[in-house]
């Protein structure tokens, strides 16, 4: 659910000559020639621009280019999903649906003519089951104390 979330917040990042620009800085993505021959890629996060060799010694290595790209997408779906506590937001909206089932299931005794004490029982169960809020005698009337509610 979370992943299925950032896609739909999140746009993909658009390397442009080996850089990308988003929320959380400017990616980099560098190669450059192997002593035994071949290439190297690497990525990074804001590396600074006055150190030629960052790359070659700080950065993430990655097999080819679509590798590094692929890592530093990565990388930045899980810094955007840290900051919108994703996680968080996947429980709100399953909460939701099913708070939506219960209701549905409350109209469908109420279409069928069961009984409605009944069928409101079930749907106060189902809310407290939901929001993990069971019934305890008198723990809310201590949580009020003095105060008046309604």
């Known amino acids: 659910m979370s992943d299925k979330l950032i896609r739909a917040l999140v746009k993909p990042l658009s390397f442009v000559y080996g850089k990308a ?8 993505i560098d190669s450059g020639q192997k002593a035994e021959g071949g290439r190297w890629w690497a990525w990074a996060l804001n590396p600074p621009e006055d150190d030629p060799f960052y790359m ?7 097999e080819t280019e679509a590798a590094a790209q692929a890592a530093a997408e990565a990388d930045y779906r899980a810094r955007i999903a840290a900051a919108l506590e994703v996680d968080k937001i996947a429980a709100l909206v399953e909460a939701q649906d099913r708070l939506r089932d219960a209701v549905t299931a409350y109209h469908l005794s109420l279409d069928r003519r069961e009984h409605g004490g009944i069928a409101g029982s079930r749907l106060v169960d189902a809310v407290q089951d939901i929001l993990e809020m069971p019934w305890k005698q008198g723990a809310a009337l201590a949580a009020l104390g003095d105060r008046e509610v309604g």
């Open 56 to 62: 070659w010694q700080h950065s993430e290595p990655a």
């Open 21 to 28: 620009e988003c929320e959380v800085g400017t990616y980099v």
